[in-house]
């Protein structure tokens, strides 16, 4: 079974506009990460944003947001105000094991967003 | 803002080749990480590395590759005889001990013919 899965391979959103990409999770440790990534065509790897199973908040980070369900095993990344240097690939992936062990993280397939006009 | 770097950002090599991948991670950084994304798919982790000692590989990291962190700052991807399908980005990555986020390196693109 998948660990992390992203069931949206492509996304268009209007500028301005708030969009939602989709990601949920598959593990049965109690203890683990959540992140989201942006890789925009130049390649590279970009870090948005984190959720921690035990935290009882959904994270922020600017125009960025997580809609963690745990029950549901989803972690949803929220982009509002979309702007166009917002299109690019999108990757969830989680972290398995407590904090602080340098565990590995597991990606998803990746969501490409493309913002229009 | 500190960051992680990598070099090369573009390797051509033939194939049975040595390469050699270099990295320098954010430098209070602990913890260290080659992941592996084949073009179009997804990122696969292959090492992790911490204490001057291997933590966890996946079956991809076989025999042809090693990891070293031969002085203070630089951490490198050695592949010793390289394959057709080794071609891919290799991303070096990097966390601390406290929140072990990893921050990613720009990636150096990896071409066996």
């Known amino acids: 079974a998948q660990k992390i899965t992203q069931t949206q391979p492509g996304m268009f959103v209007q500028e301005k506009e708030a969009v939602t990409l989709d990601c949920t999770y598959d593990?049965?440790?109690?203890?683990?990460?959540l992140f989201w990534y942006k890789q925009p065509s130049s390649g590279e790897m970009i870090f948005l944003i984190y959720?921690?199973?035990?935290?009882?908040q959904n994270a922020t980070e600017g125009r960025y947001s997580l809609n963690f369900q745990k029950a549901r095993k989803s972690a949803n990344l929220v982009i509002s105000a979309s702007q166009l240097g917002d299109s690019a690939m999108y990757f969830c992936?989680?972290?398995?094991?407590?904090?602080?062990?340098?565990?590995?993280?597991?990606f998803g397939t990746g969501t490409q967003l493309k913002v229009e006009l | 803002e500190p960051e992680v770097t990598q070099t090369p950002s573009h390797q051509v090599t033939q194939m049975g080749q040595e390469v050699i991948l270099r990295c320098v991670p954010i430098?209070?950084?602990?913890?260290f990480y080659w992941y592996r994304q084949i073009l179009g798919q997804k990122v696969e982790f292959l090492v992790s590395?911490?204490?001057?000692?291997?933590?966890?590989k996946s079956e991809i990291f076989d025999d042809q590759f090693s990891v070293e962190r031969p002085d203070g700052s630089n951490f490198t991807l050695k592949i010793r005889s390289t394959k057709l399908e080794d071609s891919a980005m290799y991303f070096c990555?990097?966390?601390?001990?406290?929140?072990?986020?990893?921050?990613f390196g720009p990636g150096t693109r990896l071409t066996v013919l």
């Open positions: 992936a989680m972290r398995e094991a407590p904090t602080g062990g340098g565990n590995k993280l597991t």
């Open positions: 593990t049965s440790d109690p203890s683990y990460g």
């Open positions: 959720q921690g199973s035990y935290d009882q």
């Open positions: 430098s209070n950084h602990l913890y």
């Open positions: 590395f911490y204490n001057n000692e291997i933590s966890e």
């Open positions: 990555a990097s966390a601390d001990i406290s929140t072990d986020t990893q921050y």
